[in-house]
């Protein structure tokens, strides 16, 4: 039986028994910053992230209690409807990210650096960061690779920015690797990513994404390194979980990879709405007369 010495203590550290947000080990966090993220890590509790792009979905992924919202460059393809995320701009990435901090009072917001803004050499990589950080009032930016970019990574952290890294598939090579199936399945490159992930905590990433790459490689990197790893298409043994927005809500409904687990059909739901609302116009069954002046 809990004593009530016990009870106090449950309710000042992680909040009421029935607290919707409670789960084991999980502390209520006012603001989620990257300490709380490591502390996260420390305990073991596990960090949500889900992607926004937009005042409307940020307002309610934030209140839902997700830990970190991500701007991604992902925009391209859900917002933008190109095939890839290489088209979207700086300035698009940071009208994206301005919409989601002004809607948000408990998330992280992390937002990408998209293709170009960063890759030419590290000067520019801190100018692009900062424009992110001073115009769209974001808390911290994810960059896509490892060795190849530590120079950029070292000044953009030098100048106070934390960086999230991103490595396994970076949707930014997609014309390098030809396809979108699962990285590091053979053992050369799986030795090359456990290398940039230690690297990556080295000289300062507060957090890595690691993207569709096999479970175990996923488990042995999170094991390896003292930051959170935050996995999609990446299993269960990694600090945290991130998925597209659009997609975990069923809104896109050509994009079916295994480890997308869907947690509404809003596809199918819109489309019904949408097209009620098209035969009450035609039927004149809208407006009513109580919906009228
Ligand atoms: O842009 C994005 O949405 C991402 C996630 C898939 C991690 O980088």
Redesign the pocket.
């Known amino acids: 039986m809990k004593t009530f010495r016990g009870f106090l203590y449950q309710f000042r550290t992680f909040g009421l028994p029935n607290n919707k947000h409670m789960s084991t080990a999980k502390k209520d966090y006012k603001r989620i910053t990257t300490k709380s993220l490591f502390e996260m890590k420390s305990r073991g509790e596990k960090i949500s ?1 889900l ?1 926004a792009y937009d005042y409307t979905m940020a307002k309610i992924v934030d209140h839902a209690g997700v830990d970190v919202i ?1 701007v ?4 391209s393809n ?1 917002m933008a409807g190109h095939e890839t ?1 290489l088209p979207i701009t700086l300035d698009q990435m940071i009208y994206h990210a301005s919409s989601v901090v002004r809607a948000i009072s408990r998330s992280l917001v992390v937002v ?1 650096l998209p293709f170009g803004s960063y890759q030419s050499d590290s000067k520019e990589a801190l100018r692009s960061a900062i424009r992110i950080m001073k115009e769209s009032g974001a808390h911290a930016i ?1 960059l ?1 690779g490892g060795g190849e970019v530590k120079d950029s990574i070292k000044k953009i952290l030098n100048a106070g920015i934390p960086v999230m890294g ?1 490595l396994g598939l970076t ?1 930014q090579s997609i014309y390098k690797f030809g396809t979108y199936t699962v990285r590091a399945k053979e053992e050369t490159e799986a030795g090359q990513l456990i290398e940039d992930a230690k690297l990556l905590e080295r000289i300062g990433c507060f957090a890595i ?1 690691l ?1 569709k790459i096999p479970a175990a490689l996923a488990k042995q990197v999170a094991e390896s390194i003292s930051i959170p790893v ?1 996995g ?1 298409g990446a299993g269960n043994g990694v600090d945290g979980q ?3 927005l659009h997609d975990m809500l069923g809104m896109t409904h050509e994009f079916s990879p295994r480890f997308l687990r869907r947690y509404m059909n809003l596809y199918e739901d819109m489309n019904n709405a949408i097209a009620q609302y098209v035969s009450d116009v035609k039927s004149k069954d809208f407006p009513n007369e109580g919906e009228q002046y």
């Open positions: 992230m992607t991500l991604g460059d992902s925009a859900v995320t990408d994810k896509e991103h949707p994404v993207e935050i999609i991130v998925l597209v």
